[in-house]
């Protein structure tokens, strides 16, 4: 029994080193990886090498809504209230990236740990919890985001947890698939006769071994979470002032799209580069964690 789990262990241990050359060996992913390395970078230094604030207004310039400009210092033009454009879009960049990864943070633990439990569980606890999930799937995903930031207000934080805690309704479903597989493999049969509790083996044996399955569908929600925030930002419904964000800059831009056509295409060609670098990265995962999908 004991050797059983060593094995799956060792076995793991392979599985996981054929995937790094598998990904090692996929140019158009790692090309990814690196763009988005030198986005988040530009991201958090670009801010820092403008002399001027995300709310900072240049009376100087006439009109306001001046176009790119390496002589005046905005080198990506402002916005029709004379903000600096490139102060705006790297902190937009910011925010829109830390709402995608909190929120795909927050739907992968509920949704791995309800999918690991209703999974290796099963039976009628298995029944319940995937009903939950089905009521929840019923309910219109944009009217119940939409509703929480109307009652509780339009915060930040509010928006990540709105977000992730209905999006962990798919990772929810996926988790439990694999786990309904793995509890009838030896070595978790192996842990059930030495007498460990559920809750160990779910910890130590089950949610280890669909580590690759989570990682590869959160790396393709994070693009999604990130058009679904510049979604609600277009509404108005998202980041408010002074904080901005892609999909809201995109919105102030198409309101401009003719007099001012750089404030709408500078924040629309950052977010289209970023959701087709993350894109292109989750594939190339999926393809390296599970070579049968590709």
Known sequence: MAGSIRASTMTEGALWGDA???LRGNRAAIA??????VLVLAALLGPLASPYAV???????????????????????TDSNGR??????????????LVALLATAVSVVIGVAWGATAGYLGGR???WMMRVVDVLYALPYMFFVIILTVV???????????????????????????????????????????????????????????LGTVIVYATLTVPQVILFESFLSFLGLGV????????????EGALEMETAPWQLLVPASVLALLL?????LGDGLRDALDPRLG
């Open 20 to 22: 790094r050359r598998r």
């Open 32 to 37: 990814a990886a690196a763009f988005i390395a």
């Open 55 to 77: 709310d900072h207004v240049d009376w100087t310039l006439s009109p306001l809504a001046s176009p790119p400009s390496l002589s005046n210092g905005h080198w990506f033009g």
């Open 84 to 97: 600096d454009l490139f102060v705006r879009v790297w902190t937009g960049t910011q925010v829109s990236l």
């Open 125 to 127: 606890v298995d029944g």
């Open 152 to 210: 509780f207000g339009r915060s930040l934080w509010l928006i990540f947890l709105a977000i992730g805690a209905v999006g962990w309704l798919t990772m929810a479903r996926i988790v439990r698939g694999q786990a309904l597989a793995l509890r009838q493999r030896e070595f978790v049969l192996a842990a059930v006769a030495l007498g460990l509790p559920a809750r160990r083996i779910i910890a130590r044996h089950v949610v280890p071994n669909v």
């Open 240 to 251: 408010q002032e002074p904080l901005t964000s892609l999909g809201r800059l995109v919105a």
């Open 276 to 280: 087709l670098a993350l894109n292109f």
